[in-house]
């Protein structure tokens, strides 16, 4: 909250999983629209869809720059809980997402997926040797930005945020 990232002002959290079945936050109310998540998704109808070329390239490029003050954040200085990918290198980094991408596909139990096992293992064998950690996103997309004005206003969805490369977002 105490960046140039706009998020909604976060008023409580409740960490008692009695409450409503999982731990939550309670948000301030933040006016504006937010893009189509419905199928066809933002592009195929809704407020991207209905808005004048200028007025859709402006909302795209406020996304990217919403993610460019992201990245840009000292990470490292905001007090964050432990994300994954927090380490002091990228190969760390990398290796922590590859361990919870792993550990998605064994919750998800979708058998054997040859070609994501191979990507994974081209990752742990050929890790960046370029970049840097940032603060990311994880689900950088339209339908996480409330709009006024075909202007982004705040930043939405953060339970994907992790720590690792900004190309990612």
Known sequence: AA????????????P??????APFV??????????SDLPPGFHGHGLFFDAPLQRRQSMWYAVMERMVELHALNWRALG??????????????MASHIALFEHWLQWADLG???????GLQWL?????????????WGDAR??????REYRAVAVLDWELATIGRPESD
């Open 26 to 35: 309670v948000m301030e109310f933040i006016e504006g629209a937010i893009p």
């Open 112 to 118: 054997s997926l040859p070609s994501i096992e191979q």
């Open 80 to 93: 964050l809980p432990p994300l994954p990918g927090m380490g002091e290198s990228i190969r760390e980094s």
């Open 3 to 14: 960046t140039r990232v706009p998020v909604p002002v976060v008023r409580w959290y409740e």
């Open 142 to 147: 339209p339908g996480n930005v409330i709009f």
């Open 16 to 21: 008692d999983n009695a409450v409503l079945g």
């Open 124 to 136: 742990r064998d050929t890790p960046p040797q370029a970049s840097r950690l940032s603060l990311v």
